[in-house]
């Protein structure tokens, strides 16, 4: 054997393999060299130095295309070259209907050329002969999948080289058995295809499902049956009334006196809108302790990693609408010691007031903070959890109680401006509940499209083994076998008069 050409054996999953497999085969199909059914070639990428040899009319696919188009038909490239950029390379203008493969960088990108293309370097072209159908082949190399990497080397990044590229094989059927297959397995594809799309639509509605429920929650409709059936509850007024105001951090800028009226149950000062009945529009700092944290200095690392939790962004946004137990990082007593950060106690509420704008937490243990965050430490007049959902029921619109384009902060003057339209307590403890009763079921029916969303890519894996199992569409026992119809072109060629060789078109 050549050594231009693998000696491996490298069985695929479906129809592929390096060198022919030693196996049964359906009936009427035949292991075959898969460049003696197609013509095999590469690409190259014109000099980046002369840009005169790009931004021309000659389509030229890079790996970006054939990820964008997997699976599919490529009219149209991002980059383009012209005749001067193949003149001047290794890269060949090839026909309509060439079949491209990702062989490095990213292994396993299959398109159709829709018209005359050139490629880079990182693809292995195939333009078919009459034995075999192009969108056949595509169909045996997207059932490979990842099992495609196998017919390469490397780790990290893995290349199919050419002397295995050279000994490919491919388990091929009669010619109309394999337009047979590709018409079913275009079928079935565009069905899974929809219930992909159905199913994956599920994902951006479950976030939409929540903030409605977290909505309906704070404007006090979830419970108005609820709060209808409880004439002897108390008021937010009474529970406020009888609530000791908590001490508040002394200096910084006083509270803003604009109005920022919120979405639900949050405002910048009193708004216009009314309470529910029995609710009461409330300062937060009325019935919770406002502070902020801060980071000890990074130029002592002797003030990090100790015993004391320091939430900052990536914890909040990973525990958003959760409660945190554990930090990515610690500080210590002298941390605190030597800078702003305070211990909190468990049970305070964390807002992310900068750099990422509205993320929700709750202390699960004493905890301190960056600088990053406003907390709230609640009385017994506001729940932890009511807070959280209240300030989550803001959604994206938090963002309006701060100031920036780019990036957004709430400043200080409007976080001690801000009210809370406060249910009463046994309202509050409903409120939650129905929250997370909410939430729940929402979770599991997103999870069961998740799965659902599993068992669709799983299903098409199996639709694919069974199409080059030869169990698809039915066998015509009238199909010219693919070994006869082989034998009988290289007849019709050895008969044919020789064309002229050339250079080709370039």
């Known amino acids: 054997m050549s050594p231009d050409i693998s000696s491996m054996h490298i069985r695929g999953k479906a129809g592929l393999a390096v060198n022919r497999p030693v196996e049964s085969v359906p009936p009427g199909w035949a292991w075959v060299p898969l460049n003696s059914i197609a013509r095999q070639e590469t690409g190259h990428t014109p000099s980046r130095s002369h840009p005169e040899w790009w931004e021309g009319d000659i389509p030229w696919i890079g790996i970006r295309d054939a990820r964008l188009h997997h699976g599919g038909v490529i009219y149209d490239t991002l980059q383009t070259t012209n005749t001067l950029g193949l003149a001047n390379s290794s890269a060949r203008l090839l026909p309509k209907g060439t079949v491209c493969l990702s062989r490095t960088a990213s292994v396993g990108y299959v398109t159709i050329m829709g ?5 880079s370097q990182d693809f292995v072209t195939w333009t078919c002969l009459e034995a ?13 999948g990842e099992g495609l990497r196998k017919f390469g080397k490397g780790t990290t990044h893995i290349t199919i080289y050419f002397p295995e590229i050279r000994a490919l094989h491919i388990c091929l059927p009669p ?65 406020i009334e009888k609530t000791p105001t908590p001490p508040q951090p002394r200096g910084g800028r006083e509270a803003t006196d604009r109005v920022i009226q919120g979405q639900a149950a949050l405002a910048v000062n009193t708004p216009s809108r009314e309470a529910p009945a029995k609710w009461q529009w409330v300062p937060l700092n009325r019935i919770a302790r406002q502070e902020t944290g801060h980071t000890p200095s990074r ?9 004391i939790p320091w939430i900052g962004i990536k914890d909040a946004g990973e525990h958003h609408g959760r409660v945190i137990e554990d930090t990515i990082q610690n500080t210590n007593e002298d941390g605190l010691a030597n800078s702003s950060a305070r211990l909190l ?18 202390m699960g243990k004493p905890m301190a903070t960056s600088q990053d965050f406003v907390t709230w430490t609640c009385t017994e007049a506001l729940l932890p959890r009511f807070l959280m959902y209240g300030l989550m029921a803001e959604g994206d619109e938090i963002r309006e109680f701060g100031k920036g384009t780019t990036h957004t902060t709430i400043y200080f003057p409007e976080v001690r401006a801000m009210q809370i339209c406060l ?10 509940r129905r929250i997370e009763a909410a939430f729940a079921k929402i979770d599991r029916l997103a999870g ?46 050895a008969v044919a008069p020789k064309a002229k060789r050339g250079r080709g078109r370039r």
């Open 299 to 307: 130029s002592h690392p002797e003030w990090w990693d100790g015993d």
């Open 132 to 144: 075999l159908v192009p969108e056949f082949l595509v169909k045996a190399l997207i059932a490979e």
């Open 175 to 239: 010619l109309a058995e394999q337009k047979r297959i590709v018409a079913k397995l275009d079928v079935l594809n565009a069905k899974s295809a929809r219930a992909r799309t159905e199913l994956a639509r599920i994902e951006t509605l479950v976030s939409r499902y929540k903030q409605a429920v977290l909505r309906s929650s704070f404007l006090g409709i979830l419970t108005s049956d609820w709060r209808a059936k409880k004439p002897e509850l108390a008021t937010a007024s009474d529970l």
């Open 345 to 362: 106690p468990a049970g305070t509420v964390c807002l992310s007031r900068t750099a990422s704008v509205g993320y929700v937490t709750i």
């Open 115 to 119: 018209r005359e293309m050139a490629t």
């Open 448 to 493: 069961e499209a998740k799965r659902a969303l599993e068992l669709v890519g799983k299903l098409d894996e199996a639709i694919l083994a069974k199409a080059f199992r030869g169990e698809l569409v039915p066998q015509n026992e009238g199909d010219e076998p693919a070994e006869k119809l082989l034998e009988r072109i290289r007849a019709e060629r």
């Open 423 to 432: 249910a009463p307590l046994e309202e509050q403890h409903e409120i939650v």
